[in-house]
């Protein structure tokens, strides 16, 4: 019978969901979730001085932009980023929310914030991370419609505005993730012990 299992506490329930929501793959819902999130960062503001003047590389700016889902997608695929990792970046997009500038500036402010959080999440998290000029290949795509991209440049520069813009306060605890993914967790949650919210 279901009421002869002990009830877990919703500390131990938080972790059991957690560990069983990093273990799946990466997939379209978190992707929507992560976009959904940086944009409605940069509807907020931009990273100090990020606008459209940086350095690219020759070819890289087209005549448009890719989505923010599309530029997420090219990230996972091509560096192979595993859930915890990418899911993080959230924290740093939530603590970001009040510290940027108001008034966003380049059309591509999205794309910049999304890629120094998790470039940042990835340093944070991983004994062994991939370099800059790494992730500003990774984040180049090219259609018929646009050649889009970042610099290793631009790349070392989002990087250090987003560090200066967090105080250096890279840290993430359970309870961070706990919030930050519990649109994901709570049904996790509901299928380990039935009931629980």
Request: proline share 6%; charged share 20%.
């Amino acid at each position: 019978m279901m009421d002869s299992l002990p009830k877990l506490s919703p500390a131990e329930l938080n972790a059991a969901a957690l560990e069983r929501f990093v273990a799946q793959p990466v997939d379209e819902e978190m992707i929507r979730y992560l976009a959904k999130a940086a944009t409605g960062l940069t509807g907020h503001g931009v990273l100090a001085g990020a606008d459209e003047t940086l350095p690219t590389v020759a070819g890289r700016v087209g005549r448009g932009l890719p989505t923010i889902e599309r530029f997420i997608m090219q990230l996972v695929v091509s560096s192979n980023v595993p859930v915890p990792t990418l899911m993080s970046s959230l924290v740093y997009l939530r603590r970001l929310k009040p510290r940027v500038q108001p008034m966003a500036k380049g059309l591509r402010q999205t794309h910049r914030i999304f890629l120094a959080s998790l470039i940042l999440a990835a340093k944070y998290l991983n004994d062994k991370s991939l370099k800059n000029a790494d992730w500003a290949a990774y984040s180049v795509i090219r259609t018929q419609a646009y050649s889009f991209g970042f610099s290793k440049t631009e790349v070392n520069v989002m990087e250090s505005q987003l560090l200066s813009l967090l105080d250096w306060d890279l840290g993430i605890s359970d309870e961070d993730l706990y919030l930050e993914l519990d649109y994901f967790l709570a049904p996790i949650r509901a299928d380990i012990q039935p009931g629980a919210k």
